[in-house]
T-cell receptor, first 110, second 114 residues
Framework: QKEVEQNSGPLSVPEGAIASLNCTYS??????FFWYRQYSGKSPELIMS????GDKEDGRFTAQLNKASQYVSLLIRDSQPSDSATYLC??????????FGKGTRLHILP | DGGITQSPKYLFRKEGQNVTLSCEQN?????MYWYRQDPGQGLRLIYY???????QKGDIAEGYSVSREKKESFPLTVTSAQKNPTAFYLC?????????????FGDGTRLSIL
């Protein structure tokens, strides 16, 4: 059974600090990785895609991928109250399906 | 604006009733997906379609049916055989049915039992 594991949280981070969200995946054949943000009662919104080992930066967001350790992370710099949401990690592999984790709830403390 | 439109936003089902959730996209995406999300749970794949007139079962297809007669449309029917239909239903699409392509979601439909 292919799985994507995330700590459910909540992860509480002071405003202005760096929030670090982590994810592990079981399928070594996974080639693509995605981070989605989901506000309460809303649908998921894609915020980052990463395909190669290393870091990928987009504004305040940095995604990190380590395929050897089967580990993906998302860093949010200068955290804002509007970043409070559930963050879903997802991976795509050799078959037709993207596997989603259950998400980590992030709470930014004003 | 390009996007994915799901309707209705809220839907109520009576016992023994079939209901259909609409999903339309104008992104010219080949692949479309239906997921179910229960409170505190991840996304579970119901059905997906990579091309018109073809679709595959996901992990929880029992009690659901779909059609893909047009590229833009992928309606989901929740049949009376689905005994626990209360959930948040999400439709998604991607450029093509390759898992290297990210999926983009509609706003969702909340289904409840009357």
């Amino acid at each position: 059974q292919k799985e994507v594991e995330q700590n459910s949280g909540p992860l509480s981070v002071p405003e202005g600090a760096i929030a670090s969200l982590n994810c592990t995946y079981s399928d070594r054949g996974s080639q693509s990785f995605f981070w989605y943000r989901q506000y309460s009662g809303k649908s998921p919104e894609l915020i980052m895609s990463i395909y190669s080992n290393g870091d990928k930066e987009d504004g305040r967001f940095t995604a990190q991928l380590n395929k050897a350790s089967q580990y993906v992370s998302l860093l949010i710099r200068d955290s804002q109250p509007s970043d409070s949401a559930t963050y879903l990690c997802a991976s795509g592999g050799r078959d037709d399906k993207i596997i989603f984790g259950k998400g980590t709830r992030l709470h930014i403390l004003p | 604006d390009g996007g994915i439109t799901q309707s209705p936003k809220y839907l109520f089902r009576k016992e023994g009733q079939n209901v259909t959730l609409s999903c339309e996209q104008n992104l010219n995406h080949d692949a479309m997906y239906w997921y179910r999300q229960d409170p505190g749970q991840g996304l579970r794949l119901i059905y997906y379609s990579q091309i018109v007139n073809d679709f595959q079962k996901g992990d929880i297809a029992e009690g659901y049916s779909v059609s893909r007669e047009k590229k833009e449309s992928f309606p989901l029917t929740v049949t009376s055989a689905q005994k626990n239909p209360t959930a948040f239903y999400l439709c998604a699409s991607s450029i093509w049915g390759n898992t290297n392509q990210p999926q983009h979601f509609g706003d969702g439909t909340r289904l409840s039992i009357l």
